[in-house]
């Protein structure tokens, strides 16, 4: 068993993605995200219940964001480096609230284990459920579909409310047969669900060659190879073919850089699903997507968090 460095930031659920992506530019090999929010959850069904929440493993308020990095290469001013452009994220519109940073020494084996104690089955919608690929799960009706995931240490476990807004929306957009996109796959849970929902062909894209090798792994535990595809790509750059529908859980900063794409790509009469949007930047996804010749049809939120279908 490796060693790891892991790296706690404290800051918002606005920056969280943002603080996330930094961790893995830097060379997170994963993260990890506490939310203060989850201890005030009232979850619908048990299905989504986590055992035993401790408020002491908790921030009073916003998140906490592990990085972890190999201990036998780390770089002792990486912390501070950090911390500075966690600051520097107010340049962008974010607010980063405390952006304070410290560091531990953690067993490779202590680590893994931890997380897994957190991560339960979760039924998202009628539909839909996402349950680890570890633990056992009978579905309650056939209609029921059962995603089997395994997060790895980067891309999360498909309980962050962006996530399941997503899945939500998918299940009331998705028509059986349809070709669908998914603009950063991260862990493929969107890209799974969608071929679980009857998708005819799904094109899983990221940016990041470890997200494409931890949705290539998802796609192969639920056995949908012959229906997702997954590819390296920068958003919706160089992509040729057209599809029914494109969902994107990402940043409203990344969004709003590929809705101009959106017409190309998406078929007449098509639809987009945008997530990972903090509320305070909605009226920037919906300028740009009205821009782009599409107008919002639906919308959903939980907390801070908005997720949208726009058509033309």
């Known amino acids: 068993m490796l060693d790891w460095m892991e790296i706690r930031v404290h800051t918002t659920t606005e920056a969280e993605e943002a603080v996330s992506h930094l961790l893995l530019e830097a060379g997170a090999e994963g993260t990890a995200v506490l939310d203060a929010s989850v201890l005030l959850r009232e979850w619908e069904t048990p299905f989504g219940e986590i055992i035993s929440l401790s408020p002491k493993d908790y921030p009073e308020e916003g998140v906490w964001i592990s990085g972890y990095f190999p201990a036998a290469s780390f770089d002792d001013t990486l912390p501070e480096q950090l911390e500075e452009k966690v600051r520097h994220l107010r340049r962008f519109g974010l607010d980063p609230g405390p952006a304070s940073v ?4 953690v067993s490779e084996e202590s680590w893994a284990e931890a997380w897994k104690a957190y991560y339960k089955p979760i039924r998202v919608t009628d539909r839909l459920t996402v349950k680890p690929h570890w633990v056992s799960y009978e579905p309650a009706s056939a209609e029921e579909r059962v995603i089997q995931l395994d997060p790895g240490m980067a891309f999360g476990t498909g309980a962050h409310p962006t996530t399941i ?11 059986p047969g349809q070709k669908v996109m998914d603009v950063g796959c991260g862990s493929g849970v969107l890209s799974i669900a969608a071929a679980c929902l009857g998708a005819g062909e799904v094109l899983a894209l990221d940016l990041d060659p470890l997200a494409v090798e931890s949705t290539n792994r998802n796609v192969r535990l639920n ?3 012959q229906t997702v595809a997954v590819r390296q790509g920068n958003l919706l750059q160089g992509v040729k073919e057209s599809a029914d529908g494109v969902i994107s859980n990402i940043l409203a900063e990344i969004i709003v850089q590929f809705t101009d794409d959106l017409p190309r790509v998406i078929r007449p009469g098509g639809w987009f699903i945008a997530s990972g949007v903090i509320s305070q930047k909605e009226g920037s996804v919906v300028r740009a997507l009205g821009q782009a010749g599409f107008r919002v049809t639906d919308r959903l939120q939980e907390g801070d968090w908005v997720a949208m279908t726009a058509r033309t």
């Open 223 to 225: 056995g949908l190879e």
């Open 165 to 175: 807004l997503s899945m939500k929306l998918l299940e009331r957009e998705l028509q």
């Open 102 to 105: 410290i560091f531990e020494r």
